[in-house]
């Protein structure tokens, strides 16, 4: 054998060894992080209320049977929408929408938003008509998002939109 063929197996061998250690300390390092986490791994995720509703979201049956000449009450409870209840926090008035979230920025002017009271910023925008300002106070405009970031119905927004124009008149 030559003298190279003798060092590439030398370093071959040696190569091999040291990848071996590698892997090896690296299942040992594994398995001991496994059994450290084992104790906490329950109680802090298997166990979290978070954790648990989801899992029984993600297992819950896709439809439920309804049979005829049954009491089927309980089906009713759950087939209504997640939202159904009443609305939380929805304005009843303009004044209440406009208090609640459009003074935030139409209040002090912040990112561009018209001023209440500033009759020259405000009167270009009143010409447009109220249904071009309705169409942008739902639809959103500039930096303003849709509903002003609220999720109200379209009726509530109308609402905010006119008490604001009777500010600016």
Same mark, same amino acid.
């Given at each position: 054998m030559s003298q190279s063929e003798s060092s590439d197996t030398q370093f071959f061998n040696s190569f091999s060894m040291v990848l071996g250690l590698l892997v090896a300390f690296a299942i040992v390092l594994?398995? &001991?992080?496994?059994?450290?986490?084992?104790?906490?791994?329950?109680?802090?995720?298997?166990?979290?209320?978070?954790?648990?509703?989801n899992v029984q979201k993600n297992?819950?049956?896709?439809?439920?049977?309804? &049979?005829?000449g049954k009491d089927n009450s309980a089906l009713a409870?759950?087939?209504?929408?997640?939202?159904?209840?009443p609305a939380v926090n929805v304005p009843t008035t303009g004044e209440q929408a406009f208090?609640?979230?459009?003074s935030a920025c139409h209040a002090t002017g912040i990112n561009g938003?018209?001023?209440?009271?500033?009759?020259?910023?405000?009167?270009?925008?009143?010409?447009?008509?109220?249904?071009?300002?309705?169409k942008d106070?739902?639809?959103?405009?500039?930096?303003?998002?849709?509903?002003?970031?609220?999720?109200?119905?379209?009726?509530? &927004?109308r609402m905010a &939109?006119?008490?604001?124009?009777?500010?600016n008149k």
């Open positions: 594994f398995a &001991v992080a496994r059994s450290m986490g084992a104790d906490s791994q329950g109680a802090a995720v298997l166990l979290e209320p978070l954790h648990l509703a297992i819950a049956p896709f439809a439920q049977v309804a &049979v005829a409870a759950l087939n209504s929408p997640a939202g159904a209840g208090t609640q979230l459009c938003a018209p001023k209440i009271g500033d009759h020259a910023a405000w009167a270009p925008r009143i010409a447009q008509g109220k249904e071009t300002l309705y106070a739902i639809a959103g405009k500039g930096n303003m998002p849709p509903k002003g970031g609220a999720t109200w119905p379209d009726a509530t &927004v &939109v006119d008490y604001m124009l009777t500010l």
